[in-house]
């Protein structure tokens, strides 16, 4: 399942996102797996599971950097190595942002009439 899914962006995988609505659906579904509410519910090691990958949807959908590697991996299926550096975070989300656009089924009209 998709970060974006999770989290009701049903819509389109996209690197722009409302945070508000990312945290407010954080909040509702992790008062639903939080380990301490429904450990005696569920398996702990499932509640834990579920919860740990909520964690981590959250962590990397909420970090504009992270969010760009996620959709750089699950879009482009390109991965940036760990020995490769990338330290000006702008551009990388700029690049992220052009990447969207251009792969919109419309991009290209758009381009060619400019």
Do not use: G
């Not at 989290?7 to 995988?13: A, K």
């Not at 509702?28 to 380990?35: A, D, F, M, S, W």
């Not at 490769?84 to 052009?98: A, G, H, R, V, Y």
């Amino acid at each position: 399942m998709s970060f974006h899914f999770l989290f009701s962006f049903y819509r389109e995988v996209n690197y722009d996102i409302d945070k508000s609505h990312l945290k407010k659906k954080f909040n509702e579904i992790q008062n639903i797996y939080h380990p301490d509410k429904n450990a005696q519910n569920v398996e702990v090691d499932e509640i834990n599971e579920v919860s740990s990958y909520l964690n981590n949807a959250y962590k990397t959908l909420s970090n504009d950097v992270e969010r760009a590697l996620y959709l750089l991996k699950m879009e482009y299926n390109y991965m940036i190595s760990e020995d490769e550096c990338m330290d000006d975070d702008e551009f990388l989300s700029e690049i992220i942002k052009i990447n969207v656009e251009i792969s919109k089924p419309d991009a290209n009209i758009e381009l060619l009439t400019k």
